[in-house]
């Protein structure tokens, strides 16, 4: 099966697992601590087909696959954190207009990666399509968000930007971490052992007494109604065959060009997230005047020129 067509259809269901992270950490599980933790120990939930496909695959690379586990947990942590204070597509796009960047680079210098120039066009077209949205603001314009950081002012939102830059450099890690096992080890057994050394990264979150009391508390607060449970399972559920598609496509194809690619997911989460803030406000509201959705849209195009490049070359 073509990587192109496997990342569609990954993109595609991460696209709503964003939309169902962000109603969780709104409604159901507010502090990003214990959402992180909650998502490293259900990932461990694929460790049920160990016995069939895991392989010990030496101390070195056992070491990595643990490490490469480690940032993802960094990420998710710095990424549910920076959701808290800002709107689901500004954060969720500049982050991901931000790894790709990361990550070509660095294919570039371990893998020693080269892109034709049709590609080049397709990458820059899906990085300024996310970037474009991650930009787009209700209230102040790029040089007003430029003047309020050199000058300090509404902390949240300068935090919750740098937390989101701190993700994406966490994933890109992550990524060209994970192509690299996947390029020494077989499929399924390195999968297994990244998502092994996430789990260990979250359950030292409870060596810390204050974080282990805050996580427990919430989780305490979080589960007073029981429908919550089957929410979480079910968003967790979807994230993991969402997740498993993504690896395999860059299993298959460049990592840099899959992990581009996820420009899609967030031209679909545009869309997703308009129609619940149309429709169920309550669940997701999001300020969108007549300006900023011509802006999302015509990102939502530039997006669907660099899908078009990568399809047709």
């Known amino acids: 099966m073509s990587w192109l067509l496997v990342a569609v259809i990954a993109y595609s269901i991460l696209a709503v697992v964003n939309v169902a992270d962000k109603f969780m950490l709104e409604k159901v599980i507010p502090a990003a601590k214990t959402y992180a933790f909650l998502v490293g120990v259900t990932g461990l939930l694929v460790f049920v087909v160990a016995p069939w496909f895991l392989e010990w695959p030496g101390f070195n690379l056992f070491l990595l696959n643990i490490i490469t586990?480690?940032?993802?947990?960094?990420?998710?942590?710095?990424?549910?954190?920076?959701?808290?204070?800002?709107?689901?597509?500004?954060?969720?796009?500049?982050?991901?207009?931000?790894?790709?960047?990361?990550?070509?680079?660095?294919?570039?210098?371990?893998?020693?990666?080269?892109?034709?120039?049709?590609?080049?066009?397709?990458?820059?077209?899906?990085?300024?399509?996310?970037?474009?949205?991650?930009?787009?603001?209700?209230?102040?314009?790029?040089?007003?968000?430029?003047?309020?950081?050199?000058?300090?002012?509404?902390?949240?939102?300068?935090?919750?930007?740098?937390?989101?830059?701190?993700?994406?450099?966490?994933?890109?890690?992550?990524?060209?971490?994970?192509?690299?096992?996947?390029?020494?080890?077989?499929?399924?057994?390195?999968?297994l052992w990244i998502r092994l050394g996430t789990f260990l990264a979250v359950i030292l979150m409870l060596v810390n007494g204050n974080s282990r009391r805050e996580i427990f508390d919430d989780l305490q607060q979080s589960n007073t109604n029981k429908d919550n449970k089957f929410i979480f399972m079910g968003v967790q559920g979807l994230g993991a065959i969402g997740s498993v598609l993504q690896n395999y496509a860059v299993s298959l194809g460049s990592v840099a060009l899959v992990t581009s690619l996820q420009g899609l997911q967030y031209a679909l989460l545009l869309v997703m997230s308009a129609i619940v803030t149309a429709f169920l406000p309550n669940i997701i509201k999001e300020y969108n005047p007549r300006r900023i959705i011509i802006q999302k849209i015509v990102a939502v195009l530039i997006i669907g020129l660099g899908l078009y490049f990568l399809a047709i070359y």
């Open 69 to 191: 586990g480690v940032f993802f947990a960094g990420g998710l942590l710095f990424l549910y954190t920076a959701l808290r204070d800002a709107e689901v597509t500004k954060i969720f796009t500049l982050t991901g207009g931000a790894v790709p960047v990361f990550i070509i680079w660095l294919s570039i210098i371990f893998f020693h990666e080269r892109f034709s120039p049709w590609q080049w066009l397709a990458v820059c077209f899906l990085i300024a399509g996310t970037v474009m949205i991650s930009w787009v603001s209700g209230e102040h314009g790029v040089w007003t968000r430029i003047k309020e950081w050199l000058h300090i002012k509404h902390d949240k939102k300068i935090r919750s930007i740098l937390f989101a830059v701190l993700a994406a450099a966490c994933f890109a890690i992550f990524w060209v971490g994970t192509k690299y096992a996947y390029n020494t080890q077989a499929f399924v057994s390195a999968f």
